[in-house]
Nanobody
Framework: HVQLVESGGDSVQAGGSLRLSCEAS???????????MAWFRQPPGKSREGVAA???????AIADSVKGRFSISKDNAKKTLYLQMDNLKPEDTAMYYC?????????????????WGQGTQVTVS
């Protein structure tokens, strides 16, 4: 099993920036040899949606709603995933979740992921 722990959520004003982190642990050697990790978010009263994903090779998928403002990256040595969020807007307010799966197929589809973190809250006012 893979454990995921997010951090970095906060309350910020519109136009501000935040960087979210997701530290992975557990699993086996193969867990980190080939994977896809992603950020999802769930605004209050709405369904969870894909924000950005990255795989072992560095392939990236970014949702249109955040393209040009958010970027995803990873530190393999630290087993940590990041989400840099710039020019934040009130509509970015949501609980942000980190997720893991072993393949790149449909990287922003919530149904494809089988490991999830507990989430970190981002509030933009």
């Amino acid at each position: 099993h893979v454990q995921l722990v997010e951090s970095g959520g906060d309350s910020v004003q519109a136009g501000g920036s935040l960087r979210l982190s997701c530290e992975a642990s557990g699993g086996t050697y193969s867990t980190y040899r080939s994977y896809c990790m992603a950020w999802f978010r769930q605004p209050p009263g709405k369904s969870r949606e894909g924000v950005a994903a990255i795989d072992t090779r560095g392939s990236v998928a970014i949702a249109d709603s955040v393209k040009g403002r958010f970027s995803i990256s990873k530190d393999n040595a630290k087993k940590t995933l990041y989400l840099q969020m710039d020019n934040l807007k009130p509509e970015d307010t949501a609980m942000y979740y980190c997720a893991y799966k072993s393949t790149w197929w449909l990287p922003l589809d919530v149904r494809e992921y089988n490991y999830w973190g507990q989430g970190t809250q981002v509030t933009v006012s």
